[in-house]
Nanobody, 124 residues
């Protein structure tokens, strides 16, 4: 089993930045792809960013390209999401997810483990 705990959410003004962290425990996730998803009120959960097991490849939903950066520290069993130039449309609960595959895509069904989420609120 893998437990995921997100941190770093909060309230920020438009144009600001936040860095989310996702710490994994229970077993090493260094061989697994990881991802970030988000869900805004009244909307479906959507993929935000993903990273392969090695960190060699990253991929993003179009709306965050150029603003968000996903990274991982395999030694620390931790994944990060650096979010810059935030806007109110980024307001959501952000979830960390872990696949049991070295490469995963953008579908939530490809990830077996999920964190509890951290709230990100961007004020205008």
């Amino acid at each position: 089993q893998v437990q995921l705990v997100e941190s770093g959410g909060g309230l920020v003004q438009a144009g600001g930045s936040l860095r989310l962290s996702c710490a994994a425990s229970g077993r090493t996730v260094s061989s697994y792809a990881m991802g970030w998803f988000r869900q805004a009120p009244g909307k479906e959960r959507e993929f935000v960013a993903g990273i392969t097991w090695s960190g060699g490849s990253t991929y993003y939903v179009d709306s965050v390209k150029g603003r968000f950066t996903i990274s991982r520290d395999r030694a620390k069993n931790t994944v990060y999401l650096q979010m810059n130039s935030l806007n109110p449309e980024d307001t959501a609960v952000y979830y960390c997810a872990c696949s049991t595959r070295p490469v995963a895509g953008m579908r939530g069904s490809q990830y077996e483990y999920w964190g509890q989420g951290t709230q990100v609120t961007v004020s205008s």
